[in-house]
């Protein structure tokens, strides 16, 4: 335990900065709005901060599309900004780490202007630059038929030097090309360490297995006739020198600076092509974020992503069990979350916010099921105190982001109209929208009191009133504490939560979730904790306690942690009592 790597039982936050706090009226979230709220963070037991990112940039993709890595888009504020929030972080024993964007640039980044100068251009090779194809009637066409994330080609044509570019994303984010040695360098030394030698904690790494394409350049499968372009994740994901690339990048910026890293994995066919890029002797990443169970409901990655898909509790939990016990036997390590900037909210997702009471029993209970799971814990701003989707009723206007525009567009131009009410709806639960909404602090304060501005840069929940930190501080009752006791208790029992082993309990079962924890003492004893949780508005039985911890005698067993406040009374005797609606508890066996 003592020479354990910090980051293992601390807590990190994720802050959308556009979101949190306007210090200057002008409706966008600020730096010095987020240094004023580092008290509030604090307090609630936060270790790391993780800035999504603040560089220069047109934006296209909320900073995702980066035109200097050493420049603040000034409505953030500035690098002294940054460099002060580093030092107001550490004066409170926190860390912060910032978003590194390093699979593309922005088209208006120096590097990216200079490369499309000329094909004889000494960057021409830092991007990934292909001729065109022609077809049957002599039309031109891409050199691939992939399709991007955000819908449409992964090339878009440019006139002037009469060559496409490859854009995972957006046709304003090109590809950088890892390929070439002096553009990994430029990556390593004027994103990198340039922040590291300012005193920054590390980096969560966007897009981190997408950096070594298939260099063949051919088509993918046709799986959708209906479209011109076909989802080709094969053709980039996981690529041939991709664990080549980042075990460079650890041994020549992370390992030296010794910065903590989680990188972003998507479109992971299984767990065990996960485990490279953590395995601890493979040197490559601290953490990963590994997507399966965040991406229940959307229909896949592509064209289909936002018709919404119904999943069951037993594949829910059988998703979560995967990715808690994939790391089992080695020396990798996890982490756990159910939010981020890229996903609808978890309590409007996973939990029911059908009524008051189940929001607030939903929540907590997820909130505990988060805190007892294995892994490095991440939680998303608003998470804390349940923030919601977007209310039902606002129309496509409300949607900002670049993804959701494009595929409402896309369904809207292929004149079906089931498909853009299935579209729509599917946008309901899942954009990404819903997570960049303006952080909820004050329901007596104009624009929930996260900006004295007259407008706000996406409109502020009608709900702030009901949902808001000022409401919950200090209100026992609350999502909001009970968070805190809960990452409080997450600390104190850490050999079980943290590092637990998992075991899935009632695996087929609808209603319930249920696992067990274990830990081994020093002494050589066994410690288990018994997670229940009833996934549903409806009373529930508790399952058979002392049978499923294990113990032969009543006394053996305590009510460590319960979402409601009848917990003493729950010790001896008591244990089959029913669950209340979404109501989740904690037994131990000392
Ligand atoms: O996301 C990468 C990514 O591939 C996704 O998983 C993302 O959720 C997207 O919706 C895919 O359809 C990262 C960032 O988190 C995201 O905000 C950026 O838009 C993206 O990279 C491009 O930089």
Request: aromatic content about 12%.
């Amino acid at each position: 335990i003592g020479k354990e790597p910090w980051w293992k039982a601390a807590v990190f936050y994720q802050v959308y900065p556009a979101s949190f706090k306007d210090s200057s009226a002008e409706g966008w979230g600020d730096i010095p709005g987020l240094i004023s709220e580092l008290d509030y963070l604090a307090d609630l037991g936060v270790d790391c901060v993780w800035l999504s990112p603040v560089f220069e940039s047109p934006q296209a993709d909320m900073g995702y599309d980066v035109s200097d890595y050493q420049a603040i888009y000034a409505p953030y504020g500035t690098v002294v900004d940054v460099d002060r929030l580093t030092a107001e972080c550490h004066a409170r024993d926190m860390k912060l780490i910032l978003d590194l964007v390093v699979n593309h640039t922005s088209v208006e980044h120096a590097w990216f202007k200079e490369s499309r100068s000329s094909k004889t251009s000494p960057k021409r090779d830092w991007y990934i630059w292909r001729p065109a194809r022609y077809d049957s009637h002599g039309r031109r066409i891409p050199p691939t038929n992939w399709r991007g994330y955000f819908a449409g080609p992964t090339w878009t044509w440019d006139e002037d030097t009469q060559e496409y570019y490859l854009h995972l994303y957006a046709p304003d984010q090109p590809d950088l090309n890892w390929e070439n040695d002096e553009c990994r360098e430029a990556i390593y030394n004027d994103t990198m360490r340039f922040w590291l030698d300012r005193g920054v904690d590390g980096f969560r790494i966007d897009t981190v297995n997408k950096y070594s394409k298939r260099t063949e350049y051919v088509d993918a499968p046709v799986t959708d006739p209906q479209s011109d372009s076909q989802p080709a994740p094969e053709m980039w994901c996981n690529g041939p020198r991709i664990h080549e690339f980042i075990r460079e990048m650890n041994q020549k910026v992370l390992a030296p600076y010794n910065a903590v890293s989680v990188g972003e994995l998507s479109n992971m066919a299984s767990p065990h092509d996960v485990i490279p890029y953590v395995s601890a002797s493979a040197k490559e990443l601290d953490m990963v974020f590994e997507f399966s169970m965040i991406r229940l409901g959307t229909g896949g990655g592509f064209g289909p992503k936002y018709i919404y898909r119904p999943y069951t509790l037993s594949t829910f939990k059988e998703t979560v069990k995967k990715f808690q016990t994939f790391i089992e036997g080695t020396d990798a390590w996890t982490t756990v979350f159910c939010e981020n900037h890229d996903n609808g909210r978890a309590v409007s997702r996973f939990g029911d916010t059908s009524t008051p009471e189940l929001w607030r029993a939903s929540a907590k209970t997820l909130a505990l099921w988060q805190i007892t799971l294995t892994g490095t814990l991440f939680l998303y701003q608003g998470q804390e105190i349940g923030m919601v989707n977007m209310p039902s009723e606002w129309g496509i206007e409300e949607y900002k982001d670049v993804e959701s525009r494009n595929f409402y567009q896309e369904a809207v131009d292929s004149g079906d109209e089931q498909r853009v009410r299935d579209t729509m709806h599917g946008l309901r639960i899942l954009a990404r929208d819903h997570s960049r909404i303006p952080f909820q602090w004050d329901g007596g304060k104009k624009n929930a009191g996260f900006s004295e501005g007259d407008r706000t840069w996406m409109r502020v929940h009608d709900g702030f009133g009901e949902i808001n930190a000022m409401k919950q501080r200090g209100d026992q009752g609350s999502v909001l504490e009970f968070w805190k006791r809960a990452l409080r208790l997450r600390k104190r029992f850490k050999d079980l939560f943290v590092h637990g082993r998992f075991t899935a309990l009632e695996e087929g079962d609808e209603k319930r979730f249920v696992y067990l924890k274990e830990s081994t003492t020093e002494s050589g004893g066994n410690r288990r904790a018994l997670v229940v949780m009833n996934w549903s508005k409806e009373v529930q039985k508790c399952v058979d306690v002392k049978k499923s911890l294990g113990c032969e005698g009543a006394d053996e067993v305590r009510l460590l942690f319960s979402t409601t406040d009848r917990g003493p009374k729950m010790v001896g005797g008591e244990h089959e009592a029913a669950l209340r609606p979404w109501e989740g508890r904690v037994y131990v066996n000392f």
